[in-house]
């Protein structure tokens, strides 16, 4: 069974500030989503990283595919009020399935 | 935009009755998909569907639960029998094509058994 380990689950920080989210897995994965997520809506894709040591860039979020592709990471520079809510990775499986983390809920307080 | 429409957004329903969540996917997409997320739980994986069929589906995805695509624009869950643990966001998802490719979901339906 493949899982995807997020951390930290919960995340409160002061506009300004820098903030890394990781999602690690013992297993391979052929491409890693990250998606951000409002109450009461549905996942929104933010980034897909596909190949192993890749860095994707969006705005102030940046977001690296480990070479092994097990592991990835979503850094935030600068965090404004406007980034927060939840973050969620997922892993598309062996089976084309999406494998996701828990979540890390983000504040970010003005 | 082209977008995946869910309905209802709301259901609350009595334990033991069928479900039936709807979904629109965007149209020309080829991959559908059924999660869920039960309240402050992560986002589970039922099913998904290609080709009119069934093309994976996990262990939360036993008897109970059944995807159709009547009529090549509609893609139904159904619950047969509703349980209390049923209670949860069902989202439905499309995509064009598999492998990384983009992942539009629905805003989801919230399903209360009570």
């Known amino acids: 069974t493949q899982l995807l380990e997020q951390s930290p689950q919960f995340l409160s920080i002061q506009e300004g500030e820098n903030l890394t989210v990781y999602c690690n897995s013992s297993?391979?994965?052929?491409?890693l989503q990250w998606y951000r997520q409002e109450p009461g809506e549905g996942p929104v894709l933010l980034v897909t990283v596909v190949t192993g040591g890749e860095v994707k860039k969006l705005k102030r979020l940046t977001f690296q595919f480990g070479d092994a592709r097990k592991d990835s990471s979503l850094h935030i520079t600068a965090a404004q009020p406007g980034d927060t809510g939840l973050y969620l990775c997922a892993g598309v499986g062996s089976n084309y399935q999406l494998i996701w983390g828990a979540g890390t809920k983000l504040i970010i307080k003005p | 935009e082209p977008e995946v429409t869910q309905t209802p957004s709301h259901q609350v329903t009595q334990m033991g009755q069928e479900v039936i969540l709807r979904c629109v996917p965007i149209s020309n997409h080829l991959y559908f998909y059924w999660y869920r997320q039960i309240l402050g739980q992560k986002v589970e994986f039922l099913v998904s569907?290609?080709?009119?069929?069934?093309?994976?589906k996990s262990e939360i995805f036993d008897d109970q639960f059944s995807v159709e695509r009547p009529d090549g624009s509609n893609f139904t869950l159904k619950i047969r029998s509703t349980k209390l643990e049923d209670s949860a966001m069902y989202f439905c998802a499309s995509r064009f094509r598999d492998i990384s490719g983009e992942l539009f979901f629905g805003e989801g339906s919230r399903l209360t058994v009570l």
């Open positions: 569907f290609y080709n009119n069929e069934i093309s994976e």
């Open positions: 297993s391979v994965f052929s491409s």
